[in-house]
RNA sequence: GGGCCCGUAGCUCAAACGGAUAGAGCAUUGGAUUUCUAAUCCAAGGGUUGCAGGUUCGAUUCCUGCCGGGCCUACCA
């Protein structure tokens, strides 16, 4: 384990560049598995390597002795010392050790890292080839939007940020369910129950907040069936008319779920969420994409049609989840591939008619580029940026963008539709696209609900059951629920009131963008803490604080950083560049910044020294890691990851700025330390905050 | 009945791949230099990680069983 071969290993490094946290992780990875490899001939396909719980103990902790122990019969402390000996230097570290029973912890070169970050130089990545598509929202256009659909597309938001940031081309797709049952009971809501004409309908759908109207429309709808089980039949109608299309109740759909759809469009733009395109079931139907599903789905076999017990007549699949693995004994009992009643999917029904999961393969055969069809599109909603959101049409225009055929796709859709989902995984692995079906990920994430005090506040009557429950169920038929413009609302009245009592001195326009601003930051940052599996049950004082683990938290923390600079009489965005500019012309920041004034970036490894030091570099740290956390949490659909991150930068920056005065600080050396830890902090908070979708006001 | 998820401090949540003394916020209590500083900072108390086994050098994490809760399980979407 000569150095000789320590150096030979260095040479195959794949991630020679770069020296943030991610990529020195990646090539203490790679060094530590070539060593492994020639060494002991061992293949460790995943390396685990950790962070040390203290900054102390160095940057990366490595347990792998603890492993090797026994395939290599030795104590784990003397593998480690091994390993230590024959790795030899790998750029970017300073040193190994060997720790406890026989961790080895690594330290980075702490200088190094923050030449890296003050230059604000990330190397280009590998890339990998194809268009991302993400679908999120997904809002029935029947009513207004509420707390639950916030959730979707802040976390869809969220993810496709994360996934630009890694350099992912993305498409956004907004998938319009205009055809259902949903859509239909408020057409039924306005035809029956108030009795409006068309123009009458057009009317008020063009009145603000016409969601709001739906909403308790629709509710109105649902106990109207109830108190009379004849009304069944209008819904029932008025579904076959909608899904026939070309008659005047199609129309009043069309133009009532047209008329949401805008509403929920401005409703996201109001956080800043965009779509890219919205494809819509009635075109689906219309452009016939169930029949060229259809066809090669009875060719591949994964469809099988029944001819008796319950759902005689149908076209069912197997149902995701449940086991084909039948018992070799009853396997001969049982004919070939014959699915038990209760595992049965039914796709096509005995009338002919598709259900929601057979369109929904059918679209998803679309967005892979396999069905063999495409949607006609026209524009149809042009954000303040100037960008256009396109809708699917049966005719489109003749110039638009390319849509679908991509390489990954990503649906962000909560969990109680996992089986569904699933199936129409299955669905294209049946056909023989098993490569898609790898690259379909159900982004899936638990519900919003509300807290039993929420629920009363809101004027519910409770049962003492529900009072007991931990949460109760948002429910659309009921109008039981927080609706998201009345949420903002709340937000930013409340953001208000505290920027009004803290700068009353500034004007009546600029306090109301602090407000909006400190409102949907808290409003995204509250909807990205929770990590996905856990159910948020809803309570107006959790989601409006501001303060502690909340999204103005970290604002404020940058809005501090802002104001020295201010104070200072600096450019925060471009010091940093001014410190470095000149220097780093040869790409090797290292040598090029020297140390001809005090103050530069090579000269801030003795900043680092001490008890003290170590406390900034700790901030420097998390700084460098933004590009690590993007990477896990692309890799492990967890958005929380980069809220969570956030927070600790913020928590760090605002111990360094409590306990360093820094335009006091004498030593123009070491002010000029501070003053870039701010900098390059500052940027990187609003960085993330960016990724998370929200901006910083101008005071706070 | 079957499938999936959850159970961690008084409350709300973290702890990717099994790893060092299980961490935050809120709430409670006590403190913070007229400063770039209070939407902030420091400190204190608070834990048998639902229960019982198993695997492992090591389990909040993996396996089995039980207890408690949620969701899915329509010829609805």
Redesign the pocket.
Known sequence: MSTERSVRITFFFKHLEGFLYRHL?CRLNEALHAFLQSTYGLDFP?????????VE??EY???????L??KLRKA?RKIAEEIIAGIGTVPGFEKFEV???????VRVNRAQVAIELVADHEPAEKVPAGKVLVEHSSI?PNKAAHVGHLRNAILGDTFVRLLRFAGREVDIQNYI?N????VADVVVGFLHIEKKTRAEIEVLAAAPRFDFYCWDLYARASQWYEQDKQNLQKRLAT?HAIEEGNNETAAIADLISIAVLRRHLETMDRLDIEYDFLPR?SEILHLHFWDAAFTKLKEAGVLTY?TEG?????WVMR?A???NTSNTEDAGDQEEGKITE?D???IV???G?????G?DIAYHMWKFGLLGRDFGYRKFYRYPNGRDCWISSTQGEKNHPHFGDVAEIYNVI???????QNTVIEALRGLGHSEAADRYTHF?Y??V?L?PRCAAELGYELSEEDKA???I?VSGRKGFGVKADDLMDALIAS?RT??DS??PELEDAERAA??EK?AIG?LRFFML?????????F?F??AL??????G??V???VV??T??F???GFNPDSFCRDRIGIASSDGDGARAVSTESSGNAADFGRYFEGLDGSEIWELWLSAAKTSYIVA?CI??T?P??IA?HA??M??LF??F?????????ADEGRKRF?LTT?AVVRRELIRVLNMMGSSV?TA?
């Open positions: 992780e995943n390396l685990v390597i950790e962070q040390p719980p203290k103990f160095g902790a490595l347990p792998i002795a603890f492993e122990a026994r784990p720790a406890g029973a026989g961790y080895i912890n029935n369910d055809t259902g049952v949903q579904l079931e029944e319950k759902n005689k007549g149908c149902r989840g449940t086991s209760e049965q999917k039914v029904r005995s009338n008619t598709v259900g929601y999961v369109k909560d969990a109680r539709q996992a089986e569904a899936s638990e519900m609900a807290t429950r931990p949460w169920e953001a505290e920027v803290r700068h602090i407000a400190i808290a803490k929770y990590t996905k599996p856990s159910v948020i049950a309570d004082k959790d604080s501001f303060e502690g683990e909340t103005p938290y604002q404020y923390a501090r950083a104001n020295i201010r104070k200072g896990q890799a492990t967890e929380a990851y969570k927070f600790q913020a928590q605002n111990t700025y409590h306990r360093h005065p820094i335009l006091a600080e501070l701010a006001p706070m």
